[in-house]
T-cell receptor
Framework: GAVVSQHPSRVICKSGTSVKIECRSL??????MFWYRQFPKKSLMLMAT?????????EQGVEKDKFLINHASLTLSTLTVTSAHPEDSSFYIC????????????FGSGTQLSVL | AQSVTQLGSHVSVSEGALVLLRCNYS??????LFWYVQYPNQGLQLLLK??????LVKGINGFEAEFKKSETSFHLTKPSAHMSDAAEYFC??????????????FGAGTRLAVHP
């Protein structure tokens, strides 16, 4: 089956630094990818839709300049948390739809970000 | 507008007992419904989905769910729980239109504990 690879699985960084998270579709092309944030014991909240070759679409309340998304190829989307602060600590998950009508959605294994 | 309500944030069952995880939805358009499972520090895996075909949907690992339009419910069941079923379960809804994954809404999740 289709696989979405997400790296790193865990990252600890100092406040004020930037962190990049990669999401790759390993055996299919994804013109669209989704980025979610999950707080402890909470549900997933869609942050943005990453579009290959064009700007990402951000959900209401998500800071575009804080969470930079780049989708430079059909198999790779990146999320960069800029000038990270402790409140950015969270579990971030990506996903990519697959199929002729994007009828299937595959998730990455997630990235646990801890900002000290 | 769509929403998902999962009744019970924690469910505990004995090994071999029936598993019942409740999900109610609201949708102004015909919905597609999903159950996902999340193991600790991992992404989501699809258990099963309803896409307007049979109302009783069978998924992986012995799980099944029944779409009941009159009750706006999509409860997840498994006749006999295994220890390996302990995880977080998410119900999700999206519009049935093509490419509707950018409108996928997750419930708050139910943590299933299985004890010997």
């Amino acid at each position: 089956g289709a696989v979405v690879s997400q790296h790193p699985s865990r990252v600890i960084c100092k406040s004020g630094t930037s962190v990049k998270i990669e999401c790759r579709s390993l055996d299919f092309q994804a013109t669209t990818m989704f980025w979610y944030r999950q707080f402890p014991k909470k549900s997933l909240m869609l942050m943005a839709t990453s579009n290959e070759g064009s700007k990402a679409t951000y959900e209401q309340g998500v800071e575009k300049d804080k969470f930079l998304i780049n989708h430079a190829s059909l198999t790779l989307s990146t999320l960069t948390v800029t000038s990270a602060h402790p409140e950015d600590s969270s579990f971030y998950i990506c996903s990519a739809p697959q199929g002729t009508a994007n009828e299937k959605l595959f998730f990455g294994s997630g990235t646990q970000l801890s900002v000290l | 507008a769509q929403s998902v309500t999962q009744l019970g944030s924690h469910v505990s069952v004995s090994e071999g007992a029936l598993v019942l995880l409740r999900c109610n939805y609201s949708s102004s358009v015909p919905p597609y419904l999903f159950w996902y499972v999340q193991y600790p520090n991992q992404g989501l895996q699809l258990l099963l989905k309803y896409t307007s075909a049979a109302t009783l949907v069978k998924g992986i690992n012995g799980f099944e769910a029944e779409f009941k339009k009159s009750e706006t419910s999509f409860h997840l069941t498994k006749p006999s729980a295994h220890m390996s079923d302990a995880a977080e379960y998410f119900c999700a809804v999206r519009p049935s239109e093509a490419g509707g994954y950018n409108k996928l809404i997750f419930g708050a999740g139910t943590r299933l504990a299985v004890h010997p």
